[in-house]
């Protein structure tokens, strides 16, 4: 059974910076790519940031120099570092694994953790 579980998320006033980690656990044979998605109320999930297992990054152009997606491949970790947040970086933030296990592979999704921008 595999998992992801995401931390890091909570309250920030604008201009001030949060971490999201996010971990797989289970049965895992590889990784492919990792990213974070996001979610604000009434609006459709969209794609933040990738990367690939060689570390390839690709960036929504709303993040572009403001967000850094890293991962460290010995944890099955990805991190999503958010410099100079913006009220309408406010969503559910949800982190998402191309995995693959002696299954077969597949999407995982985290259960989403919630990022609030507000003074």
């Known amino acids: 059974q595999v998992q992801l579980v995401e931390s890091g998320g909570g309250l920030v006033q604008p201009g001030g910076s949060l971490r999201l980690s996010c971990a797989a656990s289970g049965s895992i044979s590889s990784i492919n790519v990792m990213g974070w998605y996001r979610q604000a109320p009434g609006k459709q999930r969209e794609l933040v940031a990738t990367?690939?297992?060689?570390?390839?990054?690709n960036y929504a152009d709303s993040v572009k120099g403001r967000f850094t997606i890293s991962r460290v491949n010995a944890k099955n970790a990805v991190y999503l570092q958010m410099n100079s947040l913006k009220p309408e970086d406010t969503a559910v933030y949800y982190c998402n694994a191309d995995i693959i296990t002696r299954q077969g592979r597949r999407i995982y999704w985290g259960q989403g953790t919630q990022v609030t921008v507000s003074s």
């Open positions: 990367i690939t297992s060689i570390l390839s990054t």
